[in-house]
């Protein structure tokens, strides 16, 4: 069994996720402290030419699994054949495809769980994890009963690990070995649809400008977008203006939508319900703008600024305008 | 065609929640409810049998006794009968423990689609349902804003970064769904009355041929140790000022934290 760490580094549009960098510098974090390597396990679009690339971030080798747009479940086959061959754990972004590919893992191979994690880190030979959870009250830490299968099989949020840029490195590349005959390879994309309005991705975003139900209509979206432009930010969304109709659902920030990590998370016109919490309560810096001064945003915001957000965010972005000189 | 809709109970969501002294989750005293994202899978369900694409639906839980109460509520909006797997020894279950209890019971009620929540919402793993499907061999379409049934395939619609796919894959299998699906249906009356008539067996270990040794105490995984996060500072406010004040404000704030 070796003490190397895998991570899977998900390729779109011909080049890596932001979670592929992060996870590269995790795993290599990880490596150091096991006495093994940093292996990137890379599949999608731009996999087999962008794979060497992530030794600048941290890995050592990279094997890979696929470079076509099937679904990420469709890889898990490859994965599982990988992680065969050893490893003491796993790295997969807590997203929807890492989730899946994770969970598959768990249940082919009977290994132990872990996540969504905030951090992780090896002790005397052991992972060992910690989670948020209790609605961010409590911090559990985890790690494996005696004589657990490896690799242990890790969930890690968005922006646990920062990713080491500049580095010159190039990760040795090879192919996977043979993909087990395994039932997800059956999954396939029947369709494939564009969003109507143009939507960014926000796991991948910095600055996020999120609206709710204050913002009143789709008009009302308009100051949101004209403060993101001007602090380079996205637009995101509580459900409550998404099932309105105002925003795509792909904008949705929370339990059921997108859990976001940006340095900085302007919420506008959002009560602060558990379920909107859950995905962006780890954003580095929280501003809420609300009208009411007992919003429950208010208690978790690091500022929280009272009143309309009509008026609030055009003086805003006046004078961000302004201090940028654009 | 036969689904089975797998759902847990849960602790209110929002209820003051703690961990005992032995670091498993201490629900005593806490409202349970049915977990809040399986409801749209069961609402799902319901409305596949609506539309006569599924003949049958049937619930199945793996919990105490008392997740009883959910399967029953759930009869009450729909569905034909019900399932509960308990066992003192599945105690402190976790993900891989309850995946392997839910794929032993599927085995033997053998549905065409094994249907299940995106995520519970005390654990919020999302893995159960794709461990499941790995432990029966079967293809996991996940996440559908929408289902659908037809010529021995499924397909579910994928919300993805920018858009959205429909994901197929032959039948039988494992699917979850959002609350993209649509609102589940309160119980009427009558369906709480129905409810009561309807078949709910209680299967343990041995009646899905697991035996506890089989379970390593249910769990691969286990906790060492809880705190409380680190503090954060107080939350600042910015109240009572014009517009143009509190934009000042905040762009000091944010030039301070090198956000501008
Ligand atoms: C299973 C489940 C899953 C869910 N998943 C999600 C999820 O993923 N994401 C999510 O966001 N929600 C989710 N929800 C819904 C969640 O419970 C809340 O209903 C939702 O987040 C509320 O959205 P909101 O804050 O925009 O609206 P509200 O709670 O109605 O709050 C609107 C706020 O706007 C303020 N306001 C109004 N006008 C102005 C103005 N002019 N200026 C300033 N402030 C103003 C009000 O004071 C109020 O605080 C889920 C619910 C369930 C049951
Ligand atoms: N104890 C359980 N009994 C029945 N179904 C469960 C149980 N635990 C999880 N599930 C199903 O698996 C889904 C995902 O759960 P999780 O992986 O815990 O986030 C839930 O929405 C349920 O449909």
């Known amino acids: 069994m070796s003490n190397d760490i895998l991570f899977l580094a998900e390729f779109t549009g011909?080049?890596?996720?932001?979670?592929?960098?992060?996870?590269?510098?995790?795993?290599?974090?990880?490596?150091?402290?096991?006495?093994?390597?940093?292996?990137?396990?890379?599949?999608?679009p731009g996999a087999a030419d962008g794979a060497a690339a992530l030794g600048a971030h941290g890995a050592t080798r990279a094997i890979v699994l696929g470079d076509d747009?099937?679904?990420?479940?469709?890889?898990?086959?490859?994965?599982?054949?990988?992680?065969?061959?050893?490893?003491?754990?796993?790295?997969?972004?807590?997203?929807?495809?890492?989730?899946?590919?994770?969970?598959?893992?768990?249940?082919?191979?009977?290994?132990?769980?872990?996540?969504?994690?905030?951090?992780?880190?090896?002790?005397?030979?052991?992972?060992?994890?910690?989670?948020?959870?209790?609605?961010?009250?409590v911090i559990t830490t985890s790690c494996p009963v005696d004589g657990a299968a490896t690799p242990?099989?890790?969930?890690?949020?968005?922006?646990?690990?920062?990713?080491?840029?500049?580095?010159?490195?190039?990760?040795?590349?090879?192919?996977?070995?043979?993909?087990?005959?395994?039932?997800?390879?059956?999954?396939?994309?029947?369709?494939?649809?564009?969003?109507?309005?143009?939507?960014?991705?926000?796991e991948e975003a910095t600055i996020i400008v999120a609206g709710g139900r204050g913002v009143a209509s789709e008009d009302g979206f308009g100051p949101l977008r004209e403060l993101a432009s001007a602090l380079g930010g996205a637009v995101g969304a509580s459900r409550a203006a998404a099932d309105a109709g105002?925003?795509?659902?792909?904008?949705?920030?929370?339990?059921?939508?997108?859990?976001?990590?940006?340095?900085?998370?302007?919420?506008?016109?959002?009560?602060?319900?558990?379920q909107h919490r859950v995905g962006m309560q780890t954003a580095e810096h929280v501003v809420a703008i609300n009208k009411d001064p007992d919003a429950p945003i208010g208690e978790f915001a690091d500022l929280f600024v009272v009143g309309d957000l009509f008026q609030?965010?055009?003086?805003?972005?006046?004078?961000?305008?302004?201090?940028?000189?654009? | 065609m036969k689904i089975v809709v797998c759902i847990k109970q849960v602790p209110a969501t929002?209820?003051?929640?703690?961990?005992?002294?032995?670091?498993?989750?201490?629900?005593?005293?806490?409202e349970a409810i049915i977990n809040p994202l399986d409801e749209y899978a069961i609402e799902q369900a319901l409305r596949l049998v609506d539309d006569g694409s599924v003949e049958s639906v049937t619930y199945l839980s793996m919990g105490p006794e008392q997740a009883s109460e959910a399967l029953r509520r759930a009869l009450a909006m729909g569905g034909d009968d019900a399932?509960?797997?308990?066992?003192?020894?599945?105690?402190?279950?976790?993900?891989?423990?309850?995946?392997?209890?839910?794929?032993?019971?599927?085995?033997?009620?053998?549905?065409?689609?094994?249907?299940?929540?995106?995520?519970?919402?005390?654990?919020?793993?999302?893995?159960?349902?794709?461990?499941?499907?790995?432990?029966?061999?079967?293809?996991?379409?996940?996440?559908?804003?929408?289902?659908?049934?037809?010529?021995?395939?499924?397909?579910v619609r994928r919300l993805s970064a920018t858009g959205y796919d429909w994901l197929s894959a032959p039948l039988p299998l494992v699917a979850t769904v959002t609350d993209q699906v649509g609102e589940p249906r309160y119980a009427s009356l009558k369906g709480i009355m129905a409810a009561k008539r309807k078949p709910?067996?209680?299967?343990?270990?041995?009646?899905?041929?697991?035996?506890?040794?089989?379970?390593?105490?249910?769990?691969?995984?286990?906790?060492?140790d809880t705190r409380a996060p680190e503090e954060k500072p107080p939350t600042e406010r910015i109240e009572n000022l014009p517009a143009a004040e509190a934009a000042t404000k905040i762009a000091d704030w944010l030039t301070t934290r090198k956000l501008i």
């Open chain 1, 246 to 274: 105002w925003i795509p659902y792909q904008l949705q920030i929370g339990q059921t939508g997108k859990v976001v990590k940006p340095s900085l998370y302007i919420g506008a016109g959002i009560s602060g319900a558990i």
């Open chain 1, 312 to 326: 609030i965010i055009p003086a805003l972005t006046d004078e961000i305008r302004r201090r940028k000189g654009t």
């Open chain 1, 152 to 202: 242990s099989v890790v969930l890690v949020l968005a922006n646990t690990f920062t990713p080491n840029e500049g580095g010159s490195g190039s990760a040795e590349v090879s192919q996977a070995p043979a993909a087990e005959d395994l039932a997800f390879t059956q999954v396939t994309v029947a369709e494939s649809h564009e969003a109507d309005a143009k939507v960014v991705n926000l």
């Open chain 1, 69 to 137: 747009d099937r679904p990420a479940i469709a890889y898990a086959a490859a994965v599982v054949s990988a992680a065969r061959d050893g490893g003491l754990a796993l790295l997969a972004p807590a997203t929807p495809n890492g989730r899946d590919v994770a969970a598959v893992l768990v249940g082919t191979l009977d290994l132990p769980a872990f996540g969504p994690v905030r951090a992780a880190r090896f002790s005397e030979g052991t992972i060992e994890t910690e989670q948020a959870t209790l609605q961010g009250s």
């Open chain 2, 83 to 155: 399932v509960l797997v308990t066992d003192p020894a599945l105690a402190g279950a976790d993900e891989w423990g309850t995946a392997k209890v839910l794929a032993a019971a599927l085995d033997k009620l053998a549905p065409d689609v094994a249907l299940m929540g995106m995520a519970s919402d005390d654990a919020r793993g999302s893995l159960v349902p794709g461990a499941v499907a790995a432990m029966r061999n079967l293809p996991l379409l996940s996440y559908g804003a929408e289902l659908n049934v037809a010529d021995g395939a499924a397909r």
């Open chain 2, 200 to 224: 709910m067996q209680t299967w343990s270990l041995s009646d899905i041929g697991l035996s506890a040794d089989d379970l390593h105490g249910a769990a691969l995984t286990r906790v060492t």
């Open chain 1, 14 to 44: 011909g080049s890596p996720a932001r979670s592929a960098l992060e996870l590269a510098t995790g795993a290599a974090e990880l490596a150091s402290q096991s006495g093994g390597s940093a292996v990137a396990l890379a599949y999608g």
């Open chain 2, 14 to 30: 929002g209820a003051d929640k703690r961990y005992a002294d032995d670091l498993r989750l201490d629900r005593a005293g806490v």
